[in-house]
């Protein structure tokens, strides 16, 4: 059976659908290149892709790694801190106090008579020395008052005089009739009278002499009126009021008299301070002290505690003092504000720390100490706080190593680096 052969032109026909036209589609030279290298494209692209998100998660995971061995590193790292070893501290403590300066003396002098001022030597600011006349009272009525018992003085003296003599006449009359009557020349009765009569003469004579000293009596208290005439300076001072001039009337009333001058010691001035019960058993009477004006800079007024209440008040818990500072120079004046500086002792060592050592916390009060290069916290008791430093009465001892300022995270066992001075 013979077979039919190929005819050429059925091996180029297309075989697949006709295209939109109605036509067939004939694949064109270089459809095959263009398809594979598309395809070679894309993997390509795949490929860079995955690289970039394989980079970029290495990146991550080696920066997290990184922060993670620093924070380990820092966690782990020993910080540099500054320390200061600690001292104990036993000399006294200088604690300042403000108080008013007041003269150690002052006194208002008032009329003890009753008159017009005809003289005043005195006026503010006057100097004074004891017995000074500041002013004179003009009393012509209590002078002639003085005057009149005066002269009653004398007329009782004079009836002293009187009366021993009648006394002694008695005495003579009694012993002549005694006489008499024993030699039977005069009566019994003469004698009882001329007896009784010179013993009521004596009786005389006492009261005579008992009026003498009643009167006497009224003289001086006269006499020290009219010395009241005069006012006179009680010590050493200074006028600070004048309440009087010329031609005032005052009048010498227990109740309602009239002020006249006010006066004022101020060679020696006192100041009252309130002493902290902290304080209070470091000083004593005697001790030392000094005094400052801040309106007197580079002056300090020496002085010393002469006084105290002995009792603290119940309120304050403070002990009152008085400090006697020395004025004869004249430099201060009473009612200055002035600070005074005491030296009070220490009854037990302490170790004076910088408050930014200290931390305050849940423990409460604590220190960091540095021991064999490991953070060590030491739980104190303070005794006083000066503000900017404090007063360790217990946790420390000397010579530990504090440290300044400590950090936050600061707990025991922690190593730490002491940085060199």
């Not at 020993?78 to 108080?99: F, N, Q």
């Not at 024993?182 to 009765?189: E, L």
């Not at 007896?195 to 003498?212: C, E």
Request: net charge neutral; hydrophobic share 45%; charged share 20%.
């Amino acid at each position: 059976m013979n077979s039919i052969p190929p005819d050429p032109s059925f091996r180029t026909q297309n075989l697949r659908a006709p295209d939109e036209r109605g036509e067939p589609h004939n694949p064109k030279p270089g459809d095959g290149e263009r398809r594979s290298a598309a395809r070679l494209t894309g993997f390509a692209a795949l490929a860079v892709l995955a690289g970039l998100v394989g980079f970029g998660m290495w990146t991550h995971t080696s920066r997290n790694a990184e922060a993670e061995a620093e924070v380990e590193a820092r966690e782990n790292a020993a910080p540099t801190v500054r320390t200061m070893l600690a001292k104990e501290e036993s000399s006294p403590r200088t604690i300042e106090l403000t108080g008013n300066m007041a003269a150690f003396d002052a006194a208002t002098l008032f009329a003890r008579a009753t008159g017009y001022i005809s003289v005043r030597n005195a006026d503010i600011g006057t100097k004074l020395k004891k017995g000074d006349v500041l002013a004179v009272i003009a009393a012509p009525d209590l002078d002639q008052q003085l005057a009149q018992a005066k002269g009653q003085l004398v007329q009782f003296q004079a009836a002293v005089q009187q009366a021993e003599a009648d006394a002694d006449l008695g005495r003579v009359t009694d012993q002549r009739t005694s006489r008499l009557v024993a030699q039977g020349w005069s009566s019994a009765q003469q004698g009882d009278t001329d007896r009784l009569t010179f013993a009521s003469r004596v009786a005389a004579v006492a009261v005579a002499k008992a009026n003498v000293v009643a009167q006497q009596a009224a003289v001086n208290r006269l006499q020290q009126l009219t010395e009241f005439e005069q006012i006179k300076a009680p010590y050493d001072g200074v006028v600070t009021s004048r309440l009087v001039d010329v031609g005032d009337l005052v009048t010498a009333d227990a109740s309602s008299g009239t002020p006249l001058f006010a006066v004022a010691r101020t060679d020696v001035l006192r100041v009252q301070v309130f002493v902290p019960q902290a304080f209070t058993f470091g000083l004593k009477d005697g001790d030392p002290a000094t005094a400052t004006v801040s309106e007197l800079p580079g002056q300090v007024f020496h002085g010393k505690v002469a006084r105290n209440a002995e009792a603290l008040a119940a309120g304050t818990r403070t002990l009152l003092m008085e400090v006697d500072i020395d004025n004869r120079e004249g430099k201060l004046a009473a009612g200055l504000y002035s600070v005074i500086h005491l030296q009070s002792r220490r009854i037990n060592p302490v170790i004076i720390v910088p408050s930014q050592a200290v931390v305050f916390g849940q423990d409460g009060l604590r220190v960091a100490v540095v021991s064999n290069g490991k953070v060590e916290m030491r739980k104190i008791v303070l005794e006083l706080d000066n503000g900017a430093t404090v007063e360790v009465k217990s946790g420390l001892k000397p010579g530990d190593q504090i440290i300044l300022s400590p950090p936050a995270n600061a707990v025991d066992g922690m190593k730490v680096t002491v940085a060199s001075a």
